[in-house]
């Protein structure tokens, strides 16, 4: 006799079980229809929605009656058939229709007044479906409902679907569509109703035609139960597939006089001989991958089980972390896990998880309660040395940012206090225009911006001081040389003409003129001064 599965029974049925194509279904029909294409003495879209999904079918069905809906809707159905993924095809197409004696449309909201030549931007081709059904060769039943004749039709074309293309291999029942409605629920979709049959006892105002093969309907023929044999070879298969002492032992009590008894009991007698070789062949049976593998790892890591190693490969670290958690939970320690062992391992890990995360949310809470308090005392105030003092103990803290911001702006006013005093001290230096208050100058600013001068003008008065006497003697024989303006006009035109840059030629010796002077001397290997001594002079004169 047939057996039904339940329990283990039902896994290992499940288990020797094939997956089958998709039985689908395109319903073009009133839902979103205009009113004036309404047949309110006809059935509406929701008794063949209901037939077809009781048996199985997957319905496409556009939500309103317009042409785009509608296409999408075939393409969709298209689509699948073109990947192989259906089984059975049933298509209903609710009037209204036009034709032009070569094809017939079933027309969207949009169609009133339609044209001749956009009847294919208007509706949706009879011939189309068909030609797409009878390409994938599937078994298909294309119901087509006439509904309310369409008024303000162009010429050339008339209501109703007159005439269209029944492509080979397709079975087309026409009429009303209270009648196909009955004929899809109560026979069309039941098992061993052939084609033939339905042509015999259509309804009057039901036409069916197309394939009528005698042998075969839609649905296929009436499903004999298996024999008590098959059942039970299937049966073997699946517990050969799950290998473990508790399958055979299914099997035996489902079969105890069955054809497998003596396989089943050796291998129940070799498996309890070394348990691990069942263990182990439980966890195979779980299918795990390398990342399941690595979260075990981790879990028994969280709950103090050290695997050696999160690398997704069970070693001997491993397998002595799963023993070790096994014995310490009540489990017989194989080394290897069951499902319900896995299950419980990750309840742990998640519990663990929670309970480190609730603590360390409280320590998080202290630590912040501490640092808020700690600021208080510290940075708030806005002094310098209590923000250093909070950053040193919370570089990271919560007012780390806001500590660092001050900081920052306490350094800009003794940045520009510090420059404020540098220039104020530099101004003095260049007003004493002395070695000693260069001197001073850079011993306090070494780094200045204004460094290089300072030394530049130090130097220069050293070598002044140390040559205070030749200078002195030049400074005497200079007012020989410069009594008259026009001697002093005089020399500043050599000056220029020989390279320097005295400014200008007024009879004015500034401190431009004084560095062109120390140019010349320098130029003519003569003692640097400054001032026109009669060497100077002798050269400047002769210069060229």
């Known amino acids: 006799m047939f057996r039904l599965c339940s329990g283990l029974v039902t896994a290992l049925c499940l288990a020797a079980s094939a997956a089958q194509a998709e039985d689908l279904a395109l319903l073009l029909g009133d839902r979103g229809q205009a009113s004036a294409y309404r047949d309110d003495d006809g059935a509406g879209a929701g008794d063949f929605r209901d037939a077809l999904t009781q048996a199985g079918f997957r319905v496409v069905e556009p939500p309103d009656r317009d042409i785009r809906s509608m296409r999408l809707a075939a393409v969709n159905v298209e689509t699948a058939l073109a990947e192989?993924?259906?089984?059975?095809?049933?298509?209903?197409?609710?009037?209204?229709?036009?034709?032009?004696?070569?094809?017939?449309?079933?027309?969207?909201?949009?169609?009133?007044?339609?044209?001749?030549?956009?009847?294919?931007?208007?509706?949706?081709?009879?011939?189309?479906?068909?030609?797409?059904?009878?390409?994938?060769?599937?078994?298909?039943?294309?119901?087509?409902?006439?509904?309310?004749?369409?008024?303000?039709?162009?010429?050339?074309?008339?209501?109703r679907p007159r005439a269209f293309r029944k492509a080979e291999g397709l079975t087309y029942i026409t009429g009303p569509s209270p009648a196909?409605?009955?004929?899809?629920?109560?026979?069309?979709?039941?098992?061993?109703?052939?084609?033939?049959?339905?042509?015999?006892?259509?309804?009057?105002?039901?036409?069916?035609?197309?394939?009528?093969?005698s042998?075969?309907?839609?649905?296929?023929?009436?499903?004999?139960?298996?024999?008590?044999?098959?059942?039970?070879?299937g049966f073997w298969q699946a517990v050969q597939t799950f290998d473990t002492i508790s399958a055979y032992r299914t099997y035996l009590g489902e079969f105890p006089e069955g054809t497998y008894v003596a396989e089943a009991e050796e291998r129940i007698a070799y498996l309890t001989d070394e348990p691990e070789r069942e263990a182990k062949s439980i966890e195979e049976g779980l299918g795990l991958s390398r990342e399941d593998r690595?979260?075990?790892?981790?879990?028994?890591?969280?709950?103090?089980?050290?695997?050696?190693g999160i690398d997704g490969i069970f070693g001997p670290g491993s397998?002595?972390?799963?023993?070790?958690?096994?014995?310490?939970?009540?489990?017989?320690?194989?080394?290897?896990?069951?499902?319900?062992?896995l299950?419980?391992?990750?309840?742990?890990?998640?519990?663990?998880?929670?309970?480190?995360?609730?603590?360390?949310?409280q320590r998080r809470e202290q630590e912040e309660r501490r640092d808020r308090a700690y600021w208080q005392d510290t940075g708030e105030a806005g002094g310098e040395e209590g923000l250093r003092a909070y950053l040193d103990r919370y570089p990271d803290g919560l007012f780390a940012d806001e500590a660092q911001a001050r900081l920052?702006?306490?350094?800009?006013?003794?940045?520009?206090?510090?420059?404020?005093?540098?220039?104020?001290?530099?101004?003095?230096?260049?007003?004493?225009d002395s070695a000693e208050s260069y001197s001073a100058f850079l011993n306090t600013y070494p780094d200045s911006t204004f460094a290089s001068a300072a030394r530049a003008r130090l130097n220069e008065l050293t070598d002044r001081q140390e040559n205070a006497a030749e200078i002195e003697a030049a400074r005497a024989q200079e007012r020989q040389f410069t009594s008259t303006l026009i001697a002093r006009v005089l020399i500043e035109r050599r000056l220029g003409s020989?390279?320097?840059?005295?400014?200008?030629?007024?009879?004015?010796?500034?401190?431009?003129?004084?560095?062109?002077?120390?140019?010349?001397?320098?130029s003519r290997n003569l003692p640097v001064t400054g001032f026109i001594s009669q060497a100077t002079m002798v050269q400047l004169m002769a210069g060229r």
């Open 84 to 159: 192989g993924e259906v089984d059975r095809l049933v298509i209903v197409a609710m009037g209204p229709f036009a034709t032009d004696g070569l094809d017939s449309w079933i027309l969207s909201n949009n169609a009133q007044g339609m044209k001749r030549v956009m009847a294919g931007a208007m509706g949706i081709s009879l011939n189309a479906l068909s030609a797409i059904a009878e390409q994938q060769g599937v078994p298909t039943v294309i119901m087509v409902a006439p509904g309310m004749s369409p008024d303000g039709l162009a010429p050339g074309l008339r209501p």
């Open 180 to 213: 196909l409605a009955d004929m899809l629920a109560g026979s069309v979709l039941l098992e061993g109703v052939s084609f033939a049959e339905l042509a015999q006892t259509a309804p009057d105002g039901v036409r069916v035609d197309g394939n009528l093969a």
């Open 215 to 233: 042998d075969a309907g839609l649905m296929g023929p009436a499903t004999m139960p298996p024999s008590e044999e098959a059942v039970e070879t």
């Open 294 to 308: 690595r979260e075990i790892q981790r879990n028994l890591a969280l709950i103090g089980f050290d695997p050696k």
């Open 319 to 341: 397998r002595a972390a799963i023993g070790d958690w096994q014995a310490e939970n009540g489990f017989g320690k194989t080394g290897y896990l069951t499902g319900n062992q």
């Open 343 to 361: 299950l419980r391992l990750r309840d742990q890990a998640q519990a663990e998880a929670r309970r480190q995360e609730e603590e360390a949310r």
């Open 408 to 432: 920052d702006e306490i350094e800009a006013v003794k940045r520009e206090e510090a420059e404020r005093e540098e220039r104020e001290a530099w101004d003095a230096a260049r007003n004493a």
């Open 498 to 522: 020989l390279g320097t840059n005295p400014g200008a030629a007024d009879g004015n010796f500034t401190r431009q003129t004084r560095r062109a002077i120390r140019q010349f001397q320098r």
